[in-house]
């Protein structure tokens, strides 16, 4: 089992920048590979970034590409995502993901385990 939570959500100007953070808890998280997922209402959960579980591979879906970075540091069990240049279309529930060493995956059934969310509003 991972027990994955998500922080630094929240509500930032067009242009802005966030830093969100997932802290894992339980099975070696260095043992996973780590993915970070969005979800606008009414729309499917969508891939954002994901990196492998040394951190020496990652990789981003075109819509962020340039202006989101994904890192993690396996000594505090924590993995990052970077976003700047915000814009309104950003505006999502953001998730964590979690699965375990196998290669870098875009699609959510790809991975095992998941936080509950945190929000990020970019007005315009």
């Known amino acids: 089992q991972v027990q994955l939570v998500e922080s630094g959500g929240g509500l930032v100007q067009a242009g802005g920048s966030l830093r969100l953070s997932c802290a894992a808890s339980?099975?070696?998280?260095?043992?996973?590979?780590m993915g970070w997922f969005r979800q606008a209402p009414g729309k499917e959960r969508e891939f954002v970034a994901a990196?492998?579980?040394?951190?020496?591979?990652?990789y981003y879906a075109d819509s962020v590409k340039g202006r989101f970075t994904i890192s993690r540091d396996n000594a505090k069990n924590t993995v990052y995502l970077q976003m700047n240049s915000l814009k309104p279309e950003d505006t999502a529930v953001y998730y964590c993901?979690?699965?375990?060493?196998?290669?870098?995956?875009?699609?959510?059934?790809?991975?095992?385990?998941w936080g509950q969310g945190t929000q990020v509003t970019v007005s315009s």
């Open positions: 990196i492998n579980w040394s951190g020496s591979s990652t």
């Open positions: 993901a979690a699965r375990p060493i196998i290669g870098l995956a875009t699609r959510a059934h790809e991975y095992d385990y």
């Open positions: 339980g099975r070696t998280f260095s043992s996973n590979d």
